[in-house]
């Protein structure tokens, strides 16, 4: 059974200057003990399908077709209340400022036992001790639980959320940029934590960032987004080594890789599209270096390029990764 | 001119003396004073790219605005195209805010919402007096934002900051701040707030600016790899001290310090497969209000020895150009 | 082309006062008002200061007096017509002077900070803290009762609250990096408070002009009422205390104390409501995009 399973998810965002369709047809899945990264710019809907599945969507934002089988179950059906139920304890999300959403005056202890009382029925005094339990999963010492948050450093904070998130045994946790704000030593030790926490609980990881680079050592699959849909998907090895999308090969070719030579990569010209208005054809085809007549006339579909390889390009066989 | 070198930075110590509360002010006499940069010394010389590289907290920041008079300094000196800085020679001032700029690392905030592109890249012709007719402030204005490539200009001239997208504000003040040809620019974390795609464009900008215009560049970023891309000379910092310096593939391939070791160890790799053995350096930078006694790396330092403890290791040439402060550098 | 710009600007900013209901509302009667004060000598081309004949003194309002007369049988209309334009002259002229000393100060103070600040501050409080109706009746003695010392008396009072907004908000843009960035090039103190600081407060000080310009009314009709108003100028405040003085009250004559209080308290109540929606529509932040 696959643990969650995107299909065709469409959130669209209802704004005074029309419909935003911030993500448009996303489709993916994600296994038990397996990590997913989601890249892509700002704007291209990352987030915005992290707070669909968590359905935490503003209330400009509705699902307007699509399924989430969390399970089987159909997360989109479920009323707020039943979804209220599900978020910690079958999944969780750690947002990347969110070590700045602890409260200052409250123990962090207690903060992580509040969120145990509220969604299973224990005492205060086990819910503390899990607390700790959980303080040790995330590698700080148990007796910190009765520190305040700003005797925490930034990255103790993040692994405190961290902690929080992991409160009620989730199945799936989402990370979105979780380690942005943070130094690159820290973000590092945050990285490979979750990395160790995900084999150690057979936890599935969607870990959302912009920074493609960070995803090669932590994830098995990466779903690179543009424009709200997904327009390539596979194994690390498939995006960095048989890339199939144009727009992939040059967001891997913007950072720089100390193993090759020392070029200057070439820039992606040109601003994505607004999604406000309706995209004819390919959605990157006016910044695309690939591009052909027939781009601009029919939108791609997906296609499998071998095992579960698949790349939204009329020409995602000539990709050529150099 | 005696000396070839566009700024040359002696031992330069910037320490902010940090407001205390009213409890701190009874308990404790003494002052609590922030170690932003203490002790820093190097030279950057023309058409010259030096990366300066840290966390936060490590003072690289401060380093660059201090060379720039824009933070105060508590020791050392600065001297720009050999001449030392004086922030009370009038005269020599002007001629410096002119040939020295700086670039901040966010767009979104280093632009006055309620000027258009035109008045925001003319100002600094403004400010000293450079232009006579309206004319010629136009002509100038376009030359500078065709040259940070916006163009057509026309479309961008009557815009005011909010209307443009994040690459090209940053274009927006690079135009600002070339249009007076200057000869050393401080970026700090230029392209950091930027999306990928759009980084190379700035990056490629700054390149070919140095080419044309023989420009010397102090970058500033938290990322290795980028400062490996674009540099002559990478310097790491640590707690408000230079740990290493040298050219760029010697950081990365063969750096001595434990800590360029550290940096580098955590350095992703595109394309490269899942390094199990990297090691991770346990805990977090110390807060610079901290005294630390010895190296300031010594708390974290994977071969820290008694010495280390005690005695502050000075930056030692190993070979041509490669500077180490450490006390084992010889032995690594 | 930069004047195109302007053009726009405010445009979009009258269109965003055409959505807000308060703004809306506030704009109309005041727009009423300054047209009555502009055209006010064209509706009434008579003098309204030389007295009636004796039988149409304190008559109640009818065909041939709309609003009545008064008791040396003068229009009332008239005489109301005429007072737009001297209340509104008061209110505009001394609300002026408020918001100049009001941002120069506040800007002095918060940009340079330090001693100066401290100085400033304290002589902010001073007119802040004092009780501005003695202060003002105290100056109007002195001075005598002319329609400029009004003018001046008001103006001089009503600008320390304006200054500590505005240096607050002077000291907020300073820390911002475009004030920084221009340090970098160059740019002088006038230049920074000028070019950066000014427009930045603005949208503020043109908010709050219009909540100084209603106090600034008040205080016009408090004093003339008082009596320390110009006599040859009938402003509201004038009939107001011309009518208490003729005993208006305790005649019933309504019509003669009615009008003025009435236009007085829709004038300030138009300001109030302009000053709010300024806010909401200037400051981003209550916007809520």
């Keep these: 059974m696959t643990l969650l399973e995107v299909k065709d998810l469409k959130t669209y965002f209802d704004t005074s200057k029309g419909l935003y369709k911030a993500v448009d047809g996303t489709s993916f899945d994600l296994d038990y003990g397996e990590a997913l990264g989601l890249v892509g710019e700002s704007g291209c809907g990352k987030t915005t399908c992290a707070l669909s599945i968590t359905r935490l969507l503003p209330k400009e934002g509705k699902i307007h077709g699509g399924e989430i089988l969390f399970e089987k179950t159909d997360l989109v059906k479920l009323n707020d209340n039943e979804i209220r139920a599900r978020r910690w304890k079958d999944v969780s999300i750690i947002f990347q400022g969110s070590m700045n959403a602890l409260n200052p005056v409250m123990k962090v202890g207690d903060q992580i036992a509040e969120a145990v009382v509220f969604h299973e029925k224990v005492s205060r005094k086990e819910a503390l001790k899990r607390a700790e339990e959980l303080f040790e999963l995330v590698e700080m010492p148990a007796k910190r639980i009765n520190n305040y948050p700003h005797e925490f450093s930034g990255g103790m904070k993040q692994r405190a959320m961290i902690a929080m998130a992991l409160a009620c045994n989730p199945k799936v946790i989402i990370g979105d940029e979780p380690t942005t704000a943070l130094d690159v030593m820290v973000q590092a030790q945050i990285l490979n934590l979750l990395e160790k926490l995900r084999k150690e609980l057979r936890m599935g990881l969607i870990l959302i960032t912009h920074d493609l680079s960070i995803l090669a050592e932590t994830c098995d699959k990466i779903a690179v987004m543009y424009a709200g849909k997904i327009v390539e998907i596979g194994t690390v090895d498939d995006i960095f080594m048989r890339t199939g999308h144009p727009y992939t090969q040059r967001l891997i070719s913007c950072f720089p890789n100390v193993g090759k030579e020392k070029i200057l990569p070439p820039a992606i010209e040109g601003v994505p599209p607004n999604l406000l208005e309706p995209i004819k054809g390919c959605s990157f085809y006016p910044r695309c270096h690939m591009g052909i007549p027939i781009c601009l006339e029919i939108e791609p579909e997906s296609r499998e390029l071998g095992g579960k390889h698949f790349a939204a390009c009329h020409r995602s066989g000539e990709v050529s990764h150099e | ?332 | 082309m930069k004047w195109i710009l302007r053009i726009k600007k405010m445009k979009e900013f009258g269109k965003a006062v055409a959505k807000n209901k308060m703004a809306l509302t506030g704009a109309v009667i005041l727009g009423v008002f300054i047209l009555v004060a502009i055209f006010g000598p064209i509706l009434v081309p008579f003098s309204t200061m030389e007295f009636g004949a004796v039988e149409d003194m304190l008559q109640p309002p009818s065909g041939k007096y709309l609003l009545g007369t008064d008791d040396m049988g003068r229009d009332i209309l008239a005489n109301l017509i005429h007072g737009a334009r001297i209340s509104l002259l008061i209110g505009a002229v001394a609300t002026l002077i408020s918001m100049f000393i009001g941002t120069l100060v506040g800007i002095l103070a918060g940009y340079f900070g330090k001693g100066l600040d401290n100085v400033l501050m304290r002589f902010t409080d001073f007119f802040l803290v004092i009780p501005w109706l003695p202060l003002m009746m105290v100056l109007a003695a002195i001075l005598g009762t002319s329609l400029w010392n009004i003018i001046f008396v008001i103006g001089i009072t009503g600008w320390a609250g304006t200054a500590r907004v505005v240096r607050a908000q002077t000291m907020s843009i300073k820390e911002r990096q475009f004030v920084e960035r221009t340090v970098s090039i160059g740019a002088g103190n006038l230049h920074i408070m000028l070019r950066h600081i000014l427009p930045n407060v603005f949208p503020l000080v043109f908010a709050n002009t219009v909540l100084v310009a209603a106090v600034a009314i008040v205080s016009e009709t408090t004093l003339s009422f008082l009596g320390l108003g110009d006599p040859t100028m009938a402003s509201w405040g004038m009939m107001l205390h011309y009518a208490f003085e003729g005993g208006a009250t305790a005649a019933g004559a309504y019509w003669y104390y009615l009008p003025p209080g009435i236009c007085v308290v829709l004038v300030v109540l138009s300001f109030t409501l302009l000053g709010y929606a300024f806010d909401e529509i200037l400051n981003p932040k209550l916007r809520g995009r």
Aim: overall charge neutral; hydrophobic content about 40%.
């Design chain 2, 1 to 332: 001119m005696s000396n070839s070198n566009v700024v040359d930075i002696k031992d330069m110590k910037v320490h902010f003396d940090i407001k205390r509360s009213l409890s701190q002010d009874i308990i404790r006499k003494n002052k609590i004073i922030l170690k932003a940069v203490d002790g820093v010394s190097f030279s950057i010389g023309r058409g010259e790219i030096l990366s300066l590289v840290g966390e936060s907290g490590s003072g690289k920041t401060t380093t660059g605005k201090a060379i720039l008079q824009l933070a105060p300094l508590t020791e050392g000196s600065v001297d720009f195209l050999g001449e030392e800085v004086r922030q009370n020679d009038k005269a020599f001032m002007k001629k410096f805010r002119q040939e020295a700029q700086m670039i901040f690392q966010d767009p979104y905030q280093s632009l006055n919402p309620r000027n258009i592109v035109m008045d925001i890249v003319a100002e600094p012709l403004d400010v000293h007096g450079l232009v006579k007719t309206e004319a010629e402030r136009l002509e100038r204005v376009r030359q500078a934002l065709e040259q940070a490539g916006m163009s057509p200009v026309e479309e961008y001239l009557y815009r005011y900051p909010h209307e443009l997208s994040g690459g090209q504000r940053q274009r927006v003040v690079l135009a600002s701040s070339m249009i007076l040809e200057p000869t050393f620019v401080v970026a700090d974390e230029p392209v950091s707030m930027l999306d990928a795609s759009i980084r190379t464009g700035i990056l490629r900008l700054l390149l070919e600016l140095r080419e044309k215009k023989d420009l010397a560049y102090l970058f500033i970023t938290h990322d290795l790899s980028l400062a490996w891309l674009i540099s002559d000379r990478i310097a790491i910092m640590y707690l408000g001290k230079i740990m290493e310096i040298g050219k760029p593939d010697l950081i990365i391939h063969r750096g001595i310090h434990p800590y360029t070791r550290a940096l580098t160890a955590i350095m992703p790799q595109p394309g490269v497969n899942k390094r199990n053995d990297r090691v991770i350096l346990p805990g977090e930078t110390p807060s610079p209000i901290e005294e630390l006694k010895g190296c300031k790396f010594n708390t974290r330092c994977p071969i820290a020895k008694d010495i280390c403890k005690e005695i502050e290791p000075i930056l030692e040439e190993l070979e041509s150009g490669h500077f180490v402060a450490c006390h084992f550098a010889k032995e690594i």
